[in-house]
Antibody
Framework: QVQLVQSGAEVKKPGASVRLSCKAS????????VNWVRQAPGQRPEWMGW????????QYSQRFQGRVTITRDTSASTAYMELSSLRSEDTAIYYC??????????????WGQGTLVTVSS | DIQMTQSPSSLSASVGDRVTITCQAS??????LNWYQQKPGKAPKLLIY???NLETGVPSRFSGSASGTDFTFTISSLQPEDIATYYC?????????FGQGTKLQIK
């Protein structure tokens, strides 16, 4: 069955960077996109960006431009999201989510369990 | 950015009721609209994709429809396990954006 397993919780100081991982199994990793979506407490989900796991093309939300980098390792069926210059407002649960590619990535049909990132001095 | 205006923000209904949630896009998004269910402490779960297509394995009491920039999500007969927050999401333009959510409770 399709599974996305994310790395564990992180606590970071303001100004630091965090790198999260998302290991996929149960499907052909390179045939799909992986999105990263975050959700602050009590807020709606916020889309950050996606990567075409096949050829590595990425697209990011302008809101995070320059601070977020999404990469993948096809040999390990794993996607990564690095967020730099962390501030307290980045405290949230970060999810990875798979999406079929129909010209562009479409609906996010399988999600990881989420990773809590806490930014605090 | 495309704004997704979802209403109501909360809703209380009885088991067996028909429940309707609406989402309005700030511009044309064709049918590039998905609906998700999120239970406390869990990741969102895809229910409806491309405005009206039921995701595999999702009960048929869930449905979606579209009319221009207005989208409707319906539960035909509310069940206790449907208690959750529901979100619409557009993927016509980057950044993909979500509605503010509808928290559904049992009366």
């Amino acid at each position: 069955q399709v599974q996305l397993v994310q790395s564990g919780a992180e606590v970071k100081k303001p100004g630091a960077s965090v790198r999260l991982s998302c290991k996929a199994s149960g499907y052909s990793f390179s045939d799909y996109a992986v999105n990263w979506v975050r959700q602050a407490p009590g807020q709606r989900p916020e889309w950050m960006g996606w990567i075409n796991a096949g050829h590595g093309h990425t697209q990011y939300s302008q809101r995070f431009q320059g601070r977020v980098t999404i990469t993948r390792d096809t040999s390990a069926s794993t996607a990564y999201m690095e967020l730099s210059s962390l501030r307290s407002e980045d405290t949230a649960i970060y999810y990875c989510a798979r999406a079929p590619i129909v010209v562009i990535p479409s609906a996010m049909d399988h999600w990881g369990q989420g990773t809590l990132v806490t930014v605090s001095s | 950015d495309i704004q997704m205006t979802q209403s109501p923000s909360s809703l209380s209904a009885s088991v067996g009721d028909r429940v309707t949630i609406t989402c309005q896009a700030s511009q044309d998004i064709s049918n590039f609209l998905n609906w998700y269910q999120q239970k406390p402490g869990k990741a969102p779960k895809l229910l409806i994709y491309d405005a009206s297509n039921l995701e595999t394995g999702v009960p048929s009491r869930f449905s979606g429809s579209a009319s221009g920039t207005d989208f409707t999500f319906t539960i035909s007969s509310l069940q206790p396990e449907d208690i959750a927050t529901y979100y619409c999401q557009q993927y016509h333009n980057v950044p993909y954006t979500f509605g503010q959510g509808t928290k559904l409770q049992i009366k």
